[in-house]
Nanobody, 124 residues
Framework: QVQLVESGGGLVQAGDSLRLSCAVS????????MAWFRQAPGKEREFVAL????????YYADSVKGRFTVSRDNAKKTVYLQMNRLKLEDTANYYC?????????????????WGQGTQVTVSS
């Protein structure tokens, strides 16, 4: 069984930075592609970023490209999302997700495991 626990959310001002963490328990963390999604009130959950199992490939939503950076530490079984130059529209509950050999990275159904989410609120 794999469990994901996000942390690091909070209330920040526009332009600030925040780093989210997702700690993973269970075996073979290094085998999983890891992704971040977010869901704002009244909206569908959307893809934010993905990092491959080796860390060699990363992908981002156009809306966060150049501002967010996804990384992972396989020894610590943790994936991170560094968020810079935050905007009001980044306000959402952020979730991490895991799956082996993700193909359609924006498809929620690709992912086998999900965390409970951490809230990020950006104020003006």
């Amino acid at each position: 069984q794999v469990q994901l626990v996000e942390s690091g959310g909070g209330l920040v001002q526009a332009g600030d930075s925040l780093r989210l963490s997702c700690a993973v328990s269970g075996r073979t963390f290094s085998s999983y592609d890891m992704a971040w999604f977010r869901q704002a009130p009244g909206k569908e959950r959307e893809f934010v970023a993905l990092i491959s199992w080796s860390g060699g490939r990363t992908y981002y939503a156009d809306s966060v490209k150049g501002r967010f950076t996804v990384s992972r530490d396989n020894a610590k079984k943790t994936v991170y999302l560094q968020m810079n130059r935050l905007k009001l529209e980044d306000t959402a509950n952020y979730y991490c997700a895991a799956a082996v050999a993700v193909v359609a990275r924006k498809d929620l159904h690709e992912y086998d495991y999900w965390g409970q989410g951490t809230q990020v609120t950006v104020s003006s």
